[in-house]
């Protein structure tokens, strides 16, 4: 990693001690050294803070490293989405399944239970909704390209954006389904 000898080269040309960059720049002594020993990458805060103290820019201290520190942040945007999306998708089956059991088997608290499922499921589809705006993402196929570290061309992602409308009312006129199904089902059940 270019980073770390770059931060050492400038910290020497400076003759600033590890102990005395990082208490300018608001770090500990460790995290200097992990950086010099490219450990770690520091945040953009220090990165900033660092281009200042070391009267360097950006480029030039992080020269080479830029594409790596971004591919990091992709991976990392990538797990927190599949994580927040595997937790959506779970809870949406829960929430699919478990209305009728828990009436049948533990009456009103079984739906005390379920309306709290669902409030936390309304909280998970909130934070899965503003990592797709976040990233531009609303198509299966956008999705589908964006966990894969994938980039759509132009033609494709316009095309996708042209199903966004027929799919959104796809999942309205499915959803609409679903939620009769299991009102019939719960009638069934409560008779």
């Known amino acids: 990693m270019e980073l770390g000898k ?33 450990k770690t990458y520091p945040d953009i805060n ?22 790596e520190m971004k591919e990091e942040i992709r991976q990392e945007d990538k797990h927190r989405f599949k994580k927040v999306s595997n937790i959506f998708s779970v809870l949406f089956v829960l ?7 828990l009436m049948h088997y533990l009456g009103n608290i079984g739906i005390g239970i379920w309306a ?6 309304c909280g998970f589809a909130f934070r899965v909704e503003k990592e797709k705006k976040r990233f531009d993402i609303q198509t299966y196929k956008e999705i589908v390209a964006f966990t894969e570290g994938k980039r759509m061309d132009e033609i494709s992602k316009a095309k996708e954006e042209g199903k966004r409308p027929y ?4 999942l309205a006129a499915a959803t609409a389904l679903l939620t009769l199904g299991i009102a019939v089902l719960m009638l069934k059940v409560l008779k």
């Open 95 to 101: 929430a699919i399944l478990t209305p009728i059991p």
């Open 167 to 170: 799919q959104k009312f796809l």
């Open 6 to 38: 770059q931060i050492k080269k400038y910290r020497d040309e400076l003759e600033l001690s590890q102990d005395l960059l990082a208490e300018k720049i608001y770090v500990s002594r460790q995290t200097i050294s992990n950086w010099e020993t490219g």
């Open 116 to 121: 709290a499922l669902i409030v936390i499921l």
């Open 46 to 67: 220090s990165l900033l803070r660092l281009s200042e103290v070391l009267d360097v820019s950006i480029d030039t201290l992080a020269k080479g490293d830029l594409e």
